[in-house]
């Protein structure tokens, strides 16, 4: 009996210091595992501390007070943290560990970005929630003597080592002061959270509100404080291994394009300033960001920027910067990025505009301003859309670097510039021509050129329809005047280019129309012209340019009420009826014909085709001109310009006029 007491009293003893013993075992290695993972950051010259550790084993529960960290980089980056608190802690192998639930709470960071004008950079979070986390039980450490884009680096790749079904922080306050031009700010961020995070990606990120305060440097003496806020800021499909490959120190070899973002919208955007503006933005979305590495070249533009702005940089300096920071716009592209809704109010007046419209391509952007009304000092001005096409921003700033302050481009190198642009395009602009008058009205103008050789665009056309009023102080728009003209509507449609196979040059289609006036049509050609032509050295131009021939010319010009005002005005200036008038200008065009016709006999076909045309008005004047034999186009232009009639004896004339 006994004995049957005593081991039931070595079984309770047992039992006890196992229950007490076990706790006391997992608090001891929880200690341990917590002070080997700070041990790693120190080790590295990272100051790294923290306070109490306390874990319980029947809810899995770790809990640490009071982390600092501190870098080694110069200038340091630092992190606080208030409390650390996992609950539901698991480890399925040796290398992770999960928890249903991780908190922290009162994080402070502080970091500073260097650069001619330091940036200094500070956060707090009061609350950071991270739900069903998975990670690795130990991050891999930052090797000691990092740099900014190494450290960066290894960062997103930790994140990208873990997974969570949602990370929130309900408030984030923050101080940015330094840079180049910025005054100091403050800013706050709410309501932002992240929903299935895993391999480096998140499907949804949002943000309910941005909001921000700053002063921008203004001259001495002036301040300009600014408050504005972003609502509603959605991004859908973040990648962060984009930005891995990015800082890759390989990244010049890597040509592949990564999708940093899929759509991101946000909701209204709104500035308001102490100087008196007030902007509002109705929302902001684009469809797509993605990156190529082997352009953008990051790590190399941030090893390019000068270290402090005390020393002036070379001129072979700056052109390397200016050639990297190019390649910023080459190595990103944007699709479908617009803003919409913008109204901003503003002493001297409202400006709106419905969207302003940009993608970005290989270095080349589309930009599109539409639906634009403001005020202009003689009056109201309105616009539809505003379009530069394939504006080449990297090719820009190349261009720019050529030179150096205060050197001027030389003439030849203004032809570059051609390059830089696709074409441009103007819809329904309405604007003021002097205070008071009727406005200048253009329907639309588009104005495209390309199919380079060289720097010297070979294809070119511009469509064009307006309409204006005509000055009255200009004493050559007189007759036009008189003749109740006060207003001239132009519609054009212009074309030229080159095609090499067959070495012709052609304006077709030339088709020009002014109201009320004429209306004109015409095809012009070329043969033989070289490719060589088409250069800035004048010398190489003109040698080429003896092989071109003159192929034809086929003109047509419709009368809209230009001979009536011809008729008229030559009647006043006289001092005659019209109908002697006209007559005198038939017998004048008969008397030069008759020159012309001694020289050429075709000739006296385009005479009369002409006596009739002013005869009787509304008709239809064709010419057409035909080489009698190879017609060189440099011998014809200089026998233009000092004996026309031998130059229109090279040609065949044929000439009508029809109703």
Same mark, same amino acid.
């Given at each position: 009996m006994n004995r049957i007491v005593a081991g039931v009293l070595v079984a309770i003893v047992l039992g006890t210091a196992a229950f007490l013993g076990v706790p006391w075992y997992a608090q001891n290695r929880a200690e341990r595992e917590v002070e080997a993972s700070f041990a790693q950051i120190r080790q590295n010259g990272a100051t790294a501390s923290h306070g109490k550790v306390v874990f319980d084993l029947w809810t899995r529960k770790l809990s640490i007070a009071d982390v600092k960290i501190e870098s080694a980089t110069q200038p340091p980056a630092s992190i606080t943290l208030g409390s650390v608190t996992a609950t539901g802690l698991s480890q399925p192998d040796q290398e992770h560990v999960t928890a249903a639930s991780l908190e922290v709470s009162d994080v402070a960071m502080a970091a500073q970005i260097p650069g001619p004008s330091p940036l200094r950079l500070s956060y707090k979070l009061p609350q950071l929630v991270v739900k069903d986390? %998975?990670?690795?039980?130990?991050?891999?450490?930052? =090797?000691?003597? #990092?740099?900014?884009?190494? $450290? *960066? &680096?290894?960062?997103?790749?930790?994140?990208?080592?873990?997974?969570?079904?949602?990370?929130?922080?309900?408030?984030?306050?923050?101080?940015?002061?330094?840079?180049p031009s910025a005054g100091p700010a403050e800013f706050s961020y709410?309501?932002?959270?992240?929903?299935?995070?895993?391999?480096?990606?998140?499907?949804?990120?949002?943000?309910?509100?941005?909001?921000?305060?700053?002063?921008?440097?203004?001259?001495?003496?002036?301040?300009?404080?600014?408050?504005?806020?972003?609502?509603?800021?959605?991004?859908?499909?973040?990648? %962060?291994?984009?930005?891995?490959?990015?800082?890759? =120190?390989?990244? #010049?070899?890597?040509?592949? $394009? *990564? &999708?940093?973002?899929?759509?991101?919208?946000?909701?209204?955007?709104?500035?308001?300033?102490?100087?008196?503006?007030?902007?509002?933005?109705?929302?902001?979305?684009?469809d797509e960001f993605s990156v190529r590495p082997s352009r953008l070249q990051l790590p190399a533009l941030i090893a390019a920027l000068p270290a402090s702005t005390a020393v002036q940089p070379t001129p072979e300096q700056t052109r390397e910067l200016m050639d990297k920071i190019a390649g910023i716009y080459d190595g990103m592209a944007l699709r479908n990025a617009e803003m919409r809704g913008l109204s901003i109010e503003t002493p001297q007046g409202p400006i709106k505009l419905a969207a302003l419209r940009f993608d970005l391509r290989d270095g080349k952007s589309d930009i599109a301003v539409e639906g634009f009304?403001?005020?202009?000092?003689?009056?109201?001005?309105?616009?539809?859309?505003?379009?530069?096409?394939?504006?080449?921003?990297?090719?820009?700033m190349r261009l720019g670097s050529k030179y150096s302050p205060g050197t001027k481009p030389a003439p030849a190198d203004a032809v570059v510039l051609f390059k830089l642009l696709d074409g441009?395009?103007?819809?329904?602009l309405t604007a003021p021509y002097k205070a008071g008058d009727k406005p200048v009205?253009?329907?639309?103008?588009?104005?495209?050129?390309?199919?380079?050789?060289?720097?010297?665009?070979?294809?070119?056309?511009?469509?064009a329809k307006m309409a204006g009023p005509l000055d009255p102080s200009n004493p050559a728009l007189l007759p036009l005047l008189v003749a109740g003209i006060d207003t001239a509507a132009f519609d054009a449609d212009l074309g030229l280019g080159w095609t090499e196979s067959t070495g012709r040059f052609a304006?077709?289609?030339?088709?020009?129309?002014?109201?009320?006036?004429?209306?004109?049509?015409?095809?012009?050609?070329?043969?033989?012209?070289?490719r060589d032509v088409f250069t800035i050295d004048l010398q190489q131009a003109t040698t080429a340019a003896a092989q071109i021939e003159a192929e034809g010319l086929d003109f047509s010009l419709r009368d809209l009420g230009a001979v009536d005002v011809l008729v008229a005005n030559y009647a006043r200036g006289h001092g005659i009826p019209r109908d002697a008038a006209r007559k005198a200008l038939i017998d004048s065009i008969k008397a030069i014909g008759a020159q012309m016709t001694a020289a050429n006999i075709d000739a006296a076909s385009a005479v009369d085709a002409l006596s009739r045309f002013i005869e009787k008005p509304r008709?239809?004047?064709?010419?057409?001109?035909?080489?009698?034999?190879?017609?060189?186009?440099?011998?014809?232009?200089?026998?233009i310009a000092i004996d026309p009639q031998s130059a229109l004896a090279q040609f065949k004339i044929e000439a009508q006029t029809a109703p």
């Open positions: 986390y %998975a990670g690795p039980v130990r991050f891999a450490a930052i =090797p000691a003597g #990092a740099t900014l884009v190494e $450290t *960066y &680096r290894a960062l997103v790749q930790q994140f990208a080592a873990i997974s969570a079904a949602s990370i929130t922080v309900p408030r984030t306050t923050g101080t940015m002061e330094g840079g709410s309501g932002l959270s992240g929903d299935q995070i895993k391999a480096g990606r998140i499907g949804p990120y949002k943000l309910d509100q941005l909001a921000f305060t700053m002063s921008p440097q203004q001259p001495a003496g002036k301040t300009d404080k600014m408050q504005g806020r972003i609502t509603d800021i959605v991004h859908h499909d973040v990648d %962060a291994n984009a930005i891995v490959a990015v800082l890759d =120190p390989d990244a #010049a070899k890597d040509d592949r $394009t *990564y &999708r940093v973002y899929g759509r991101v919208t946000t909701g209204a955007y709104e500035v308001n300033s102490d100087s008196g503006v007030r902007m509002r933005m109705d929302g902001i979305s684009a009304d403001g005020r202009s000092p003689n009056g109201p001005v309105k616009l539809g859309r505003f379009a530069l096409k394939g504006f080449d921003l990297a090719g820009l441009i395009e103007l819809k329904a009205q253009i329907d639309n103008i588009t104005l495209d050129w390309g199919q380079y050789v060289g720097p010297i665009p070979t294809r070119a056309r511009l469509v304006v077709s289609p030339f088709k020009l129309e002014v109201s009320n006036l004429v209306a004109a049509s015409a095809n012009v050609s070329l043969a033989q012209v070289p008709q239809t004047l064709t010419l057409k001109l035909s080489p009698r034999a190879k017609v060189p186009a440099v011998q014809l232009a200089q026998l």
